[in-house]
């Protein structure tokens, strides 16, 4: 008897639609694009058929995972309109635009009672989202009857095709489809999606595909995919950068969902995330339990009708708060997401798997074929079985998904209470060295969903001392969770799995904000007032006098103010000074008085003081630096993608330029080149990319008219050839910086632009995307302007580079003339350096000795001009606030970089 069960369950769907018409014809192309019976299963071999609402045959033509059909976001949502115009129990609504203008849509599924008035539902969950406001007679009230919110995000990777697709059919099938296991999620779940999450991308991946299938299978990879960054699209949530991120938080802050699912494509034929560990060691344990409870009802659902390769725990490892799921997961709900089995490409493919992914393990019962012909429509089958799954284990355990929501919210309050931490202080920003900077990272988090307070008087205990109007995160709020992982450090467990992704990233010490835990409850009862909009820094009257003084906060703003007014004469300190009852910081601008000075500081939330008499400091012109940005074609430019982000986002100018751009443009028009940390090595930046058959352009055209954006050339596989390199070497020895990072840094290395520098092979070191402790080397290097000369620089760090410097100028018999000219002219001066000890601020870092005292800065001399190499990474996403002006100082004294070059030190 026992063996005829899984027979059962396969046929109860069936026969609970016998009264409902089937589209047969539907069903035979699903059975015809499938390529293996096992990928099938009754949940999703059929279509029901109905004459008021269209089906996707119906409107296109063909059915969802046909071969060859990808479609356009117009397409998407034309679709996805007609059906909420057909049905009752469908609804689209706008959230949003992405940086080129297109829209981004959310599609709801309910039953006609519910979607004929949603505002109720929204409102109950948003109550429960704050248990301060409800006694707890209310929230059971409002928990017997709300129903939960399952919200699914597809197209986030624009190359993983698949899930747009799949979306479509699954909200026909929602919509229309009568039998007892559809209905009870109809009729218990509000199911949301967003069929593009990333609509920039997803048509230019269209276009990719349409060219290789017009070219034999030919095209140029997908350079692009949002405006500015590819896969980093889903590593943004602390610095909430992009557009599709805020749309999407704005939608759950305005629904409240309790799952949030992204749909993703990488790995055979369906893992279902949970993880490895560790788990971050904020997270609420009732979210942890939610994530394994779906995943093992997932994988025993599929299993149990025969379908291999469902499995979940061995990818991934649930640390880092920064992907798109982890707004839920910060806040009360929960987030997960799948990996199926993509093609990106809708053609069929033979994929022959190792027996890594084909042994069967405890977490993977029934493991993929070693061999498959897989197709599109395997990828749609496994994709929603997954998600029909789960969203009948959602319906059938409602209660327990919106009591679990309320549950959190109240634990989180209760421990605000009762636990330490119970708040963050931030003390005003007349007290900070980054003024500007603190109010960005206060707006930040308000923007996150937290609530501010401000303190109506000072605040004082132990090491805090924070005068009134300083800002107070209280942790007795719904979003505790969320407090504690953006404000604390991160301790990644020593010895545990290697992570994922960033292991440190701490907000206070990535925007070098000064915060301050309180360990204790007094902080509770202090005055204060809540924030109820963004805040901006103070500022006054500059005073009476002919000279103006800008100090050198290292504000992005700072970098600004100087390029908006680059017409205007304007000199910098070589060093600190004082003037009147005020210190400034070497590199504070000095300049004649304006109003065009003083209102662009005031619009930019500067603070001028002005002066009778020009300070008495020894200065240089400080003259902004005409910047080229550098990309490749021959890898993804997405680091180079968040330098422009940050370029575009703070206002300062520059001309964007690839690697091939390098061999052909005349480099004295820039003053600064700078190449972001790219894949490419420099052989490839050389050489190109396989050149085999026909150039594969990025240009636009009427045929592919998404392509061809934000940069442009004849053929991607190109590389600089050495002319390029001749070019850029004649650059830097003509006067020009060549300025680089991460491991962009062995380029110039490589090339033999630069000497007496290398990089050493770490052994031993651990170092994962964390934030490390740098210091000053060298105080009067123009690019360490404003910067503590004795404190702690917090900088991201990520195993490489380290460098080594060869300093060795010569021996007993090499005439101190050559020595020292052997100095000036090669030796690089050390501007920062990774500390001697406690090196660790944020994440993992294991082994450390290996890094310790190794530069992280260094100035190259090369003829006239120099090479800027950055072990670090000064502009890591939109993350590493405090550490921009490293990079806009170099702007802003590229000319000037000698200024107090350290002489060399004689022998005894």
Do not use: C
């Not at 409602?398 to 636990?419: C, D, I, M, P, Y």
């Amino acid at each position: 008897m026992r063996l005829l069960l899984p027979l059962l369950f396969l046929f109860v769907p069936v026969l609970a639609n016998a009264q409902q018409t089937m589209d047969e014809a539907y069903g035979e192309k699903i059975a015809e694009f499938t390529t293996d019976e096992r990928f099938l299963n009754d949940l999703i071999d059929h279509l029901p058929a109905s004459d008021t609402v269209p089906s996707p045959l119906d409107y296109f033509g063909t059915i969802i995972g046909a071969e060859g059909i990808l479609h356009y976001t117009e397409d998407i949502y034309g679709y996805l309109r007609a059906l909420a115009d057909a049905s009752p129990r469908v609804m689209v609504r706008n959230i949003g635009y992405s940086e080129e203008d297109r829209e981004m849509i959310e599609v709801i599924i309910a039953d006609e009672a519910t979607i004929a008035d949603l505002e109720p539902s929204r409102v109950a969950l948003n109550r429960l989202a704050d248990p301060r406001s409800l006694s707890e007679d209310e929230a059971s009230d409002i928990i017997a009857s709300a129903k939960p919110i399952y919200y699914l995000t597809a197209g986030l990777h624009s190359s993983e095709t698949g899930s747009p697709e799949m979306v479509m059919e699954l909200a026909y099938r929602l919509a229309v489809e009568e039998s007892d296991y559809i209905r009870s999620i109809r009729d218990n779940v509000i199911t949301m999606f967003t069929p593009a999450a990333e609509p920039d991308g997803r048509d230019r991946m269209v276009d990719v595909h349409r060219y290789s299938d017009d070219h034999n299978g030919q095209a140029p990879n997908l350079t692009y995919w949002g405006k500015y960054v590819a896969h980093d699209n889903n590593r943004d949530g602390y610095g909430m950068a992009l557009n599709l991120t805020r749309n999407l938080l704005d939608s759950f802050h305005h629904w409240k969902p309790q799952v949030m699912h992204d749909l993703h494509e990488s790995v055979p034929y369906l893992y279902v995330s949970t993880g490895l560990g560790p788990y971050n060691e904020w997270i609420d344990p009732i979210t942890v339990d939610e994530w394994h409870n779906l995943a093992y009802e997932d994988v025993s659902e599929l299993t149990r009708v025969g379908m291999p390769g469902v499995w979940t725990h061995a990818f991934y490892n649930g640390w880092a708060a920064n992907y798109l799921i982890w707004m839920a997961n910060l806040r009360n709900s929960n987030g997960r997401f799948y990996e199926t089995f993509g093609n990106s490409h809708p053609g069929t493919f033979e994929r022959k798997l190792g027996k890594r992914s084909t042994a069967t393990q405890w977490y993977r019962p029934n493991p993929p074929l070693e061999t498959v012909m897989w197709s599109l429509r395997n990828n749609t089958n496994y994709m929603q079985s997954g998600v029909l799954a789960s969203l009948k284990y959602t319906a059938d355990n409602a209660h327990q998904f919106v009591e679990n929501f309320w549950l959190k919210s109240s634990r989180a309050v209760e421990k605000g209470r009762t636990e330490a931490p119970y708040a963050w202080v931030i003390p005003h920003e007349s007290q900070q060295d980054r003024p500007v900077g603190t109010t960005f990272m206060v707006n930040l988090l308000m923007d996150m969903g937290l609530e501010v307070h401000q303190s109506e008087s000072a605040l004082s205990e132990g090491d805090l001392e924070a005068v009134a109007g300083s800002y107070i995160v209280r942790l007795d709020q719904p979003y505790r969770t969320l407090a504690q992982v953006m404000m604390d450090r991160q301790n990644f467990p020593e010895g545990a799995n290697a992570p994922y992704d960033d292991t440190g990233w701490t907000l206070p010490l990535s925007h070098r904000v000064d915060a301050v835990r309180v360990d204790s409850s007094w902080i509770l009862d202090a005055d204060m007032t809540l924030l109820e909009a963004h805040v901006a820094p103070a500022t006054s009257g500059a005073g009476r006098g002919k000279w103006l003084v800008l100090n050198n906060t290292t504000d992005d703003n700072f970098a600004l103010f100087r390029y908006r007014l680059s017409g205007t004469q304007m000199e910098a300190a070589e060093s600190e000074f004082e003037a009147g009852e005020d210190t400034f910081h070497a590199g504070s601008l000095i300049f004649e008085r304006s109003d065009s000075a003083l209102e662009t500081a005031s619009e930019l939330g500067l603070q001028v003081q002005a002066f009778r008499s020009k300070p008495d400091v020894a200065m240089h012109n400080a003259d902004p630096a005409r910047v080229g940005l550098i990309h490749t074609w021959t890898s993804r430019p997405q680091d180079a993608g968040w330098w422009r982000f940050a370029f575009d986002e703070v206002g300062i100018p520059y001309t964007y330029l690839s690697e091939q751009d390098l061999a052909t443009t005349d480099l004295s028009q820039f003053d600064v080149l700078i190449l972001p940390r790219t894949r490419s090595d420099f052989k490839t930046l050389v050489h190109g990319n396989s050149m085999v058959g026909e150039p594969t352009p990025w240009e636009p055209s009427e045929e592919y008219p998404h392509i061809g954006h934000i940069d442009q050339t004849d053929d991607t596989r190109r590389g600089m050839g050495y002319g390029g390199v001749t070019r850029l070497q004649a650059f830097v020895e003509g006067g020009g910086v060549f300025l680089t990072s991460g491991p962009s840094s062995a380029i110039p290395i490589d090339a033999g632009l630069t000497r007496r520098v290398s990089i050493r092979q770490t052994r031993s070191l651990q170092a994962r995307g964390s934030l490390v402790r740098t210091q000053v080397a060298d105080s009067l290097s123009p690019i360490a302007y404003g910067y503590p000369h004795d404190g702690d620089i917090p900088a991201y760090f990520s195993q490489s580079p380290v460098f080594s410097v060869n300093s060795n100028v010569g021996g007993y018999r090499t005439p101190d003339w050559q020595k020292d000219l052997a100095w000036e002219t090669e030796v690089p001066r050390t501007v920062l350096s990774f500390a001697k000890s406690n090196l660790n601020m944020s994440g993992m870092l294991q082994n450390p000795g290996e890094l310790q005292g190794a530069p992280a800065v260094l100035d190259v001399p090369v003829g006239d001009g120099h090479v800027i190499l950055f072990a670090t990474r000064p502009v890591r996403r939109w993350n590493t606030h405090g550490n921009h002006a490293l990079v806009w100082n170099v702007l802003l004294n590229w000319n000037d970089l000698r200024v107090g070059w350290p002489e060399r030190k004689k022998e005894d």
